[in-house]
């Protein structure tokens, strides 16, 4: 059981690595609050999931663009000043989304610039805080890092939307939105005691143009820039998630509830993939291990497609016995993409040098942020034409086929060594 277990390493050694990712745990469970609770609160506004909907484009847009010129920005300046600046911004932001809601201003426009402000932070923070890790630890414990802070996504990603739904019932927007900004403060403070960390090598000055020549070296890196594909294949084309309000209600049954319960069941997989991350951390052949995890999605969310055929459309009035498939299959789904994920960002930690970690980082947040929105609009479409149990299916395979089309027109990635990281 120890070996399977997540390599706490990386907490032991490194007294820096400990606040930080104790201070992410925060940060993500704050952020999940204030997440659920603005759709919550739109919801109470306008009575529209249209308007609710419209949240998701309004943060993307300016999420993308911050995560490409701010990784810029990263490699420009010192990572703890970009992260604590980018921090300041997010804090500020949550705490106006705090103040409308005790002043009961009851804004929808103002909620949408509140959440594209908000977006715009993340999408410099997140590259920051990714560039900072490989500086705290040895680099032989990036994968067992990485695999912690899959633990950390998992349990906001469960707990968060949850403990939000209870809180806006039981005590209001206000004091919900509030313990978002007071657990963003203890959060900001493991950023304060980071030591400066200045960019290594050459650096540029942020701009287009730095933007370009990290586009220009990820043109040169193979290996890195599968770490990109292989995630698009999965999240573009197996990721059913606009999907799961109508398999809710006309499949297994149980309305909201349900479509809330597979989303968790998601998140839940993540914190299970990162608590039994031993084995992750250990592994020397990174680039077969991403394929792995990312066919084990692909027959995962296959195995959730198989279980809404199975069940038909009947528009059952509760939840039906075929929920308790679909569930395990989410978990099993969210487990392999913690490993995906955790072994993604190892190898674009340890094969990118210093001097463009910023910007590929923002890359990484792109497609992180992209990804399944664009998933949204395939599984949609196919739903339309021909169901979505189909759907899933198709989508499960196309998945599995692109991981095998991109494996033979770059075989170099499934030998990548940990020990000998090559981009």
Known sequence: MRTLLADT?????????????????????GNQLT???VSLQVYDLTHSSFNV??????ALVPLIAAGLYGGSIVDAHDRRTVAIASSLLLWGTSALIALQAWLRLDSVALIYVLVALQALGAGINMPARSSIIPRLIRPELLAAANALNMITFGLGGAVGPLLAGTLVVGVGYGWTYTLDVLSFTVAM??????????????????????????????????????????????????????????VAALSLGGGAATAGALLGAIAAGTFLGGLFSGPVGRLR????????????????ILGFGLVVLGAGRSSPDGPTWWLIPAILCM?????ADSVSAALRS???????????????????????????????VFSGGMASWIGEGAAVVVGAFVCAALVAVLHFAQPRFARYDALDPSP
Not at 286 to 299: D, E, F, I, L, S
Not at 331 to 335: K, L, N, T
């Open 9 to 29: 390493s990386p907490l032991t050694e490194s007294a820096d690595f400990r606040r930080l990712w104790f201070g992410q745990l925060l940060s993500i469970l």
């Open 35 to 37: 997440l659920t609770a």
């Open 53 to 58: 909907g419209l949240l998701g484009l309004v």
């Open 189 to 246: 403070w493991a950023l304060f005691r980071l030591p400066p960390l200045p960019p290594e090598g050459a650096v540029r000055k942020a701009g287009l143009r730095s933007v370009a020549e990290g586009f220009q070296f990820l043109g040169t890196r193979p290996n890195i820039r599968m770490t990109f594909l292989i995630d698009l294949s999965a999240m573009v084309f197996a990721m059913p998630r606009s999907l799961l309000p109508a």
């Open 285 to 300: 052949w990174q680039g077969r291990g991403v394929q792995t995890a990312v066919v084990a999605w692909a027959a995962s």
């Open 331 to 335: 978990i099993a789904a969210g487990a």
């Open 346 to 376: 190892t190898i674009l930690q340890a094969a990118t040098p210093d001097a463009m970690r910023g910007r590929l980082q923002g890359v990484f947040t792109v497609v992180v942020a992209g990804g399944p929105r664009l998933g949204d």
